[in-house]
């Protein structure tokens, strides 16, 4: 059998060669010389690729044999098909291992290991629900390892926290890398909202900017600011305000300021206004939750506002936009998804708007009354947060004056803030 080879036929073609060899006592040229033969080959990679809900079954299905439980069908539909990993911890996902606690419980560590083993960590926690506190400290339990502290390396960025005290959000993805692709190596930024640092440690690591002032008024969050800051090595360039930003932020020192809260950053925003440089003004990333259900009323936020927007506001600035694209990536992606996506740009526009006018009127009180030019330069679409809700940014360019090449709030094509249709992210619709 040396220096032969095997060459792969299809079962039609092998039938065929077979036939030929019952009716001649040979086979084909140019298969003359070969000989037919049945090899039984290896399983391929794909076929070998449990998946990881599998492997978990047939762990706890195993240990239940080893225990002595033969009434096993209620409780193999409690084991969780998805899970978040960081690290070494997994995150089971609310409801796991939960209706039928008497068993679990009795199985006691044995359980977790069996988890471990399978899902290849070392620690198992199980999620319930984000907490209502002003924290939004998530209610997550650990059910076997030490601690709750963690690292999650995400586009290069090392993010450290403590799941069981700490939220972080894995669905901010596109907007990190986002703000992780611009160049802020001249700028001064400030965070109001810092939390871990899911978009602080983005602007420092990648962004490269001149410096960041993280704040933040959890003080678990501060420590895992802190722990990922040392581990990106990054600590040299970033100031941490611990407290509520509203009365912590610096002021009149930024040249881009983010406001990375949800459902709204509202309460930030005259805090924003102030931490911008009075003489040059700069750049805004205004995150929300925006309303498109179709038949919602609308409603404006004027009436929450403490200076509605007469003609005598309008005059001391004017409110821009540039021709841009509301979403570019859903542009470009044909799928109904992304059709879907679009329809929901006048709702969004409209939220854009009613965010860009009260901005130019927050800048003018920080400045003496001073005029200023707001323009909408991008609208950003992050994700689906609920049904006909959805996590929008947009990003704003705030300059003192007036631009003349601006349209201004009075044109009928602009949308201020006062438009009937504006609806705010705070809309209960």
Request: net charge negative.
């Amino acid at each position: 059998m040396v220096g032969m080879f095997a060459v792969p036929i299809t079962p039609e073609g092998a039938a065929k060669l077979e036939s030929h060899m019952d009716e001649h006592g040979t086979l084909p040229e140019p298969w003359s010389s070969c000989v037919l033969l049945n090899v039984a080959l290896p399983p391929s990679k794909k076929a070998l690729n449990t998946s990881g809900h599998q492997k978990l079954q047939e762990a706890v299905d195993r240990l239940l044999d080893e225990c002595g439980i033969t009434d096993k069908g209620s409780l193999l539909a409690e084991i969780p098909d998805s899970w978040e990993r960081h690290g070494d911890l997994v995150v089971l996902t609310q409801g796991s291992f939960s209706a039928s606690t008497l068993v679990w419980r009795s199985l006691g560590d044995r359980l977790w290991q069996a988890v471990c083993r399978a899902l290849g960590c070392k620690r198992v926690a199980l999620y319930k629900q984000v907490t209502c506190d002003k924290f939004r400290t998530p209610s997550v339990r650990l059910l076997y390892g030490l601690d709750g502290w963690v690292e999650h390396v995400d586009n290069g960025v090392t993010y450290v926290f403590d799941v069981t005290r700490c939220m972080f959000s894995a669905g901010n993805v596109t907007e990190k890398l986002r703000l992780a692709s611009l160049d802020c190596s001249d700028e001064t930024v400030v965070d109001l909202y810092a939390g871990v640092g899911y978009f602080t440690l983005p602007l420092l690591v990648h962004a490269r900017a001149k410096s960041v002032h993280a704040c933040e008024w959890n003080p678990d969050a501060v420590e895992g600011l802190r722990r990922g800051l040392r581990a990106n090595a990054v600590e040299d360039r970033c100031i941490i305000h611990f407290g509520d930003c509203r009365q912590v932020a610096p002021r009149g020192i930024a040249e881009r300021v983010n406001l990375g809260l949800l459902p709204s950053s509202e309460g930030g925003w005259s805090t924003a206004c102030a931490a911008l440089r009075g003489d040059t003004g700069g750049w805004m990333h205004v995150h929300g939750n925006v309303s498109s259900k179709p038949g919602a009323s609308p409603r404006t936020e004027a009436n929450k506002w403490e200076e509605p927007l007469t003609a005598a506001v309008l005059e001391r600035g004017h409110v821009g936009v540039t021709e841009l694209p509301c979403c570019p990536r859903a542009q470009e992606d044909s799928s109904e998804s992304a059709a879907r996506k679009m329809e929901g740009n006048s709702y969004w526009l409209d939220w854009a708007w009613c965010v860009a006018g009260r901005m130019r009127v927050l800048l003018a009180e920080c400045n003496g009354g001073t005029g200023w030019t707001v323009m909408v330069r991008h609208l950003e679409h992050v994700k689906s947060y609920a049904p006909h809700v959805d996590h929008l940014v947009v990003d704003l360019e705030c300059r003192p004056g007036t631009d003349p090449e601006c349209r201004p709030a009075t044109d009928p094509e602009c949308r201020p803030a006062t438009d009937p249709e504006c609806r705010p992210a705070t809309d209960p619709e």
